[in-house]
């Protein structure tokens, strides 16, 4: 649906169109008149690639081809999937332009998207990962995450028994997670992590504390 709020909706992430194509033809060519209707006189498409008279022109082949296989005739189906597979691919033609122009102004992209007609792709957003341990899948092991220090660094772990007195290095590892075996059940276990990057080796973390079991 075209956003009619008058205000822009900015984003810092880049938007992404959604192009829902229906399965049904009588559907997909209404779809495709709303994306022309809210095209046509739009100053943020001033030149859609490709022209809107175009996709109206294989709108209305569409339209006579459905008109035509609904009476049966033999190879009238045949003809309006032909026709309909034409607009789809102008469909996506123009879902590139649109694209292209969202991504000209990414800051208004998504309201850019959306007064053409067609949706907005809502942005993944991942949270940053944490330094977390989580029991293992057998007894006497803890699986352990931290935040990925970037390409080619390493992670050294090392876990106390005793309070943080004295620590167990662990195996390095080249991924941001490991698994460290060999506890005993029923200990209450700390552990601790650095990443070892190009520049050298960065500052251990806060400890975390687990109950192993």
Known sequence: MTNTSSKPVKTDHRSIVALKLPS???VLITYAQQIVKAMTGNPAFPSPVPALTLVTAAINDLQGAQTVAQTRVQGAVITRNEKRTALVILLDQLRAYIQAQADANIENGASIIASAGVGVKKPVVRAPRVFDAKLGPVSGTAKLFAATAGHRASYEWQYSTDGGKTW????????????????????TVQFRYRPVTRTGEGDWSQTIVMLVK
């Not at 167990?168 to 075996?181: D, G, R, W």
Request: glycine content about 8%; overall charge positive.
């Open 168 to 187: 167990v290095l662990a195996p390095v590892t080249l991924q941001a997670k490991t698994t460290i075996s060999g506890l005993t059940p029923g200990a």
């Open 24 to 26: 049904s033809v009588l």
